[in-house]
């Protein structure tokens, strides 16, 4: 633990420790994570967790480090879904080989994921009826919006807002609602029109372009 700590540290990378299989399999199923530590063969059911976890919809494609301690074969651990694997004791030179690989996939995941805050206005049609709201965040996944007036959205529903630029673009996508609080609901694209996607894409690239060169000058913002 100690070393992961020290290793992790020294590339910039958050880490969050969760000392049991449940736990680490209930934070993988509220949020996504760029990548994974897990102790297989020392912490009970922890093959289970990475199992869960590489199946989990948020963190199919996050970067898994399995541990080993000679009971789980390496096979086993790739099977599974480990990316890298490590044995018991580990050594820091393995570890941080692997960082300088894990790390740039680990950077693409957090951008993938990555929710750019956006005032934008936005329109939300469900059964017919269509109400405005406003996004709050964006990804290239889904976005969050005020759900003022939008009380009766749930399930499926169909959105459609403007991409900045100098010449305007509409994006709309079949969405789902997935989650609603107070005053907000996160809404996952589902099928994105043919005629929109590309724009949407450039726009998000050019925000990612913006969000690049902030990271180039702060401390990575992987999480682990």
Not at 51 to 77: H, P, W
Not at 91 to 108: F, G, Q
Request: hydrophobic share 45%; proline share 2%; charged share 25%.
């Amino acid at each position: 633990m100690k070393l992961v700590r020290e290793s992790l540290g020294a590339a910039n990378v958050r880490l969050e420790v969760r000392t049991d299989a449940a736990s680490a399999i209930e934070l993988a199923r509220r949020r996504h994570i760029d990548g994974f530590v897990i102790d297989c063969d020392d912490v009970h059911l922890a093959t289970d967790a990475l199992i869960a976890i590489r199946n989990s919809r948020s963190n199919k494609l996050s970067v898994i480090f399995a541990v080993l301690n000679g009971k789980t074969s390496i096979d086993a651990a790739v099977e599974a879904g480990a990316n890298f694997v490590l044995a018991k004791p580990v050594r820091e030179t393995l570890l941080r080989s692997h960082l300088e690989v894990a790390i740039p996939k680990m950077e693409r995941e957090h951008r993938r994921y990555f929710r750019h805050k956006i005032d934008l206005p936005i329109a939300v049609t469900c059964a017919g009826e269509t109400s405005v709201g406003k996004i709050m965040n964006v990804s290239e996944g889904g976005v969050a919006l005020t759900h003022h007036g939008l009380d009766a959205a749930e399930g499926m529903v169909t959105v459609q807002f403007e991409l900045p630029g100098v010449t305007a673009q509409i994006f709309r996508a079949r969405s789902e609602v997935v989650w609603r609080d107070a005053s907000t609901i996160g809404v996952r694209f589902l099928r994105i029109e043919a005629g929109s996607r590309r724009s949407f894409e450039a726009w998000l690239e050019s925000l990612e372009g913006q969000l690049l060169l902030r990271e180039s000058i702060q401390p990575s913002n992987a999480n682990v």
